[in-house]
């Protein structure tokens, strides 16, 4: 396997794992991160999906911050 190929995998595999991270993320994550609890509307979600699948690992260390305030 040349370097290339181990680029392109561990790409894929970040790209798979963000997108996995911010569609949980978006579907119960939110509301628990938010400071003050409150239902994000369907636009809101479709708007930090795509800030979510890019800084995934940032996004889960918010999110088990909050779990562990809760």
């Known amino acids: 396997m040349s370097v290339p190929d181990v680029i ?3 790409l894929a595999l970040y790209a798979a794992a963000g997108l996995v991270a911010a569609i ?4 119960f994550g939110i509301s ?3 400071s003050h609890p409150m239902p994000a509307t369907l636009g809101a979600r479709i708007l930090i999906l795509p800030g979510a699948f890019a ?9 088990r911050q ?3 305030r809760a």
């Open 32 to 34: 628990r991160v938010l």
């Open 66 to 68: 909050a779990r562990s």
């Open 55 to 63: 800084l995934w690992p940032y996004v889960l260390l918010r999110w």
């Open 24 to 27: 949980a993320f978006v579907s």
């Open 8 to 10: 392109l995998f561990v």
